[in-house]
């Protein structure tokens, strides 16, 4: 089965921390998995994919297919940061599964 | 372009009433979908698109009706609205299973 796990709803930082937002993926074939992301008041919106191997406004998330995990990395956490942040993984079926969600709080 | 656009932002039924949130794109994408939100629950796929004339059941699509006439409208449809159906309905599409999923306003939908 197809299955993303965000095990934090809610992840509280000060500014200028470290932040590390945690996904882990269930499913049978080569994954391709993906960060988006939503801002207050705003749609949601791709961050980062795993096949393109980029830093998007800081953030880096490496393909740990051993651990089957796709955590999301930032050095530096900044207020503007602050949303909510999803995991996805999609299948060669065309379907798009995301997991809970959590909430990154960046406080000043 | 518009990008992906829905309608209606907000809409409050009875339990028992139908109704169909649209959803078009005009991107000329072929994958759309639909999902809901929900606290705690993040987003669940209700139904999903590869192409016009091909439609298929995601996570949770009971009580929801789907088709796909045309490449650019992908309306989801209620039969009989229940409280459980209240959440925050999304509309999506991407040009492939590995692009970017682009995503609608969202429709807030309350069920009485």
């Known amino acids: 089965a197809q299955r993303v796990t965000q095990p934090e709803k809610l992840l509280s930082v000060f500014k200028g921390a470290p932040v590390e937002l945690k996904c882990n993926y269930s499913?049978?074939?080569?994954?391709?998995l993906f960060w988006y992301v939503q801002y207050s008041r705003q749609r949601l919106q791709l961050l980062l994919r795993h096949i393109s191997r980029e830093s998007i406004k800081g953030f880096t998330a490496d393909l740990n297919k051993g651990e089957t995990s796709f955590h999301l990395k930032k050095p530096f956490a900044q207020e503007e940061d602050s949303a909510m942040y999803y995991c996805a993984l999609s299948s060669n079926t065309g379907k798009l599964i995301f997991g809970q969600g959590t909430t990154l709080q960046v406080k000043p | 372009n518009a990008g992906v656009t829905q309608t209606p932002k907000f809409q409050v039924l009875k339990t028992g009433q139908s109704m169909t949130l649209q959803c078009a794109q005009d991107?000329?994408?072929?994958?759309m979908s639909w999902y809901r939100q929900d606290p705690g629950m993040g987003l669940r796929l209700i139904h999903y698109s590869v192409g016009a004339g091909i439609t298929d059941q995601g996570e949770v699509p009971n009580g929801y009706n789907v088709s796909r006439s045309t490449t650019e409208d992908f309306p989801l449809r209620l039969l009989s609205a229940a409280p459980s159906q209240t959440s925050v309905y999304f509309c999506?599409?991407?040009?492939?299973?590995?692009?970017?999923?682009?995503f609608g306003p969202g429709t807030r939908l309350t069920v009485t």
């Open positions: 999506a599409s991407s040009s492939g299973n590995l692009g970017e999923q682009y």
């Open positions: 499913y049978s074939g080569s994954p391709e």
């Open positions: 991107m000329n994408h072929e994958y």
